[in-house]
């Protein structure tokens, strides 16, 4: 049985990601890629000095995790799990700030499709969440996920190659643009590589936003029962 965290250790890491400024650098490497110092300064409007004091005590604390390439280092997040504590702590955030100015496209895209470390998120992560769900592939309970014995198979027919790992098959991550779960786990992860190599969606630049081809918009639907409006924005 695992041990439950202290009070304490709750605390630090909330107050690690308590200060805009590592709040700013977790968020942008809530694509999934690995980024410099130099990079992560710019995301965060910190000097580089200042950036490589917040990237240490993220370190220290297994928050991030860094990466050598030459006399380069690059960061990334340390774990599935805090891309998934940091998603649910967006879907408080947009639910209690208020809105100081109408969504700007870009703000539409991540609506629309976008990252979550390594699975799929925004309305798309959503809509396969529950048309999964909905024929019985994955069950979805209170905030837990899990994939029956025939989402095993339709997902092995389809050519989704989930794999073995330590880290969980399936989670349910809550969205925070529509406060509803998507999946995460080797199963949401796995989703979101194959739809790239089917040419269903791309990655937008360098950023967080998944782009629908022609192609995914006419063959997501069919491969998974998402229903015609799925990519319309809820009220």
């Known amino acids: 049985m695992s041990r439950s965290a202290s009070p304490n250790a709750v605390a630090g890491v909330a107050a690690l990601?308590?200060?805009p400024a590592r709040a700013a650098i977790l968020l942008a490497l809530m694509g999934g890629r690995a980024l410099a110092a130099g990079e992560l300064a710019a995301h965060a409007g910190v000097?580089?000095?200042?950036?490589s004091g917040h990237l240490a005590r993220m370190l220290a604390a297994g928050v991030l995790a860094q990466e050598k390439q030459g006399r380069h280092r690059y960061y990334r997040l340390a774990s599935a799990e805090i891309a998934e504590t940091l998603e649910a702590l967006m879907a408080v955030a947009a639910r209690v700030e208020p809105r100081r100015r109408a969504p700007g496209?870009?703000?539409?895209?991540?609506?629309?499709?976008?990252t979550c470390y390594d699975h799929a998120a925004g309305r798309l992560g959503v809509a396969l969440a529950e048309a999964l769900a909905a024929r019985g592939y994955v069950r979805l309970a209170d905030g837990a996920a899990a994939v029956t014995e025939e989402g095993q198979a339709f997902l092995a027919a389809l050519g989704v190659e989930i794999?073995?790992?330590r880290r969980p098959l399936c989670r349910a991550c809550l969205d925070w643009s529509e406060r509803r779960p998507h999946l995460a786990g080797r199963l949401g992860a796995a989703l979101l590589e194959h739809a790239l190599a089917?040419?269903?969606v791309r990655r937008a630049g360098e950023g967080r936003a998944l782009l629908l081809t022609p192609a995914?918009?006419?063959?997501?639907?069919l491969a998974f029962g998402l229903p015609s409006d799925w990519a319309e924005e809820r009220p």
């Open 105 to 114: 496209p870009r703000d539409a895209a991540l609506r629309l499709a976008r």
């Open 163 to 165: 794999g073995a790992g």
């Open 17 to 19: 990601i308590g200060d």
């Open 47 to 51: 000097t580089p000095q200042t950036a």
């Open 216 to 221: 995914g918009l006419r063959e997501l639907p």
């Open 198 to 200: 089917s040419g269903w």
